[in-house]
């Protein structure tokens, strides 16, 4: 089976780097699977995971990303993103007191990060892609 390489990364270092079988990328309007030989395209994302399969389809990784963008090509998949956590990294009551602190501000900055972690919540406690 051929294989597509796939770049993460965060601001502060490279995350993920290697050949694999598949990656689900959250796009900005749903999201989308790579395979190799996928069309160019580059879409920004929404905060959610970026799911990493082998070449047997199996799930190597699973990460949070807050936002970014991505670029795919025939032969590479680069994720630019804005951060970036293992899911299985996640502490789930951390981030429900979090989502209980920001609740009710009503800046804009509150209601950004209010969004994220709402949207961790739903990666942990999602089995969406984990058997493709």
Do not use: W
């Amino acid at each position: 089976m051929a294989t597509i390489s796939f770049d993460l990364v965060s601001p502060e270092n490279l995350i993920f780097n290697d050949e694999v079988g598949m990656i689900i990328v959250p796009g900005k309007d749903g999201d989308f699977g790579v395979l190799p030989g996928h069309s160019k395209v580059m879409s920004s994302l929404r905060p959610g995971r970026v799911m990493v399969y082998g070449e047997g389809k199996n799930l190597l990784k699973s990460f949070f990303v807050s936002g970014g963008f991505a670029e795919v090509n025939p032969e590479k998949c680069i994720v630019l993103a804005e951060s970036v956590d293992e899911v299985n990294a996640l502490d789930k009551s951390s981030i429900e007191k979090e989502i209980q602190e920001l609740s009710g501000q009503e800046n804009d900055m509150a209601k950004e990060q209010l969004g994220i972690a709402k949207a961790k919540i739903d990666a942990i406690d999602s089995n969406f892609y984990e058997k493709v």
